[in-house]
Nanobody, 125 residues
Framework: VRLVESGGGSVQPGGSLRLSCAASGYIFGALCMAWFRQGPGKEREGVAAITRDGRIRYIDSVKGRFTVSKDNVKNTLYLQMDALRPEDTGMYYC????????????????????WGQGTQVTVSS
């Protein structure tokens, strides 16, 4: 599975960005996918995940601000990020693995076998 992220950039606090992750090399509908991020001096953390049957999970700090979605026709995963905060700054990675229907929705990096190269998000005034 090849994953290519895009859509990162620099925004002021309160702004919005939409990240995209184009997937190829496998049946998109058979993948569980997620967004991870790694801020300066921080460990990589799972931000949002979506299973092949559409179940979604977010970390608490982004609930109500971020929305994960996927387009099975375009083979693309999205992350709409609103009300951005300086602490959202970091490199954002798309990840995927060939899954069944996991319970709960996995947000651990060890669950995911395929990774993109990352796209930088900077939130600063």
């Amino acid at each position: 599975v090849r994953l290519v992220e895009s859509g990162g950039g620099s925004v002021q606090p309160g702004g919005s960005l939409r990240l995209s992750c184009a997937a190829s090399g496998y049946i998109f509908g058979a993948l569980c996918m997620a967004w991870f991020r790694q801020g300066p001096g921080k460990e990589r953390e799972g931000v949002a995940a979506i299973t092949r049957d559409g179940r979604i999970r977010y970390i608490d700090s982004v609930k109500g601000r971020f929305t994960v979605s996927k387009d099975n026709v375009k083979n693309t995963l999205y992350l709409q990020m609103d009300a951005l905060r300086p602490e959202d700054t970091g490199m954002y990675y798309c990840a995927a693995y060939r899954c069944s229907n996991p319970i709960p929705v996995p947000l651990s990096a060890t669950s995911y076998r395929n990774w993109g190269q990352g796209t930088q998000v900077t939130v600063s005034s």
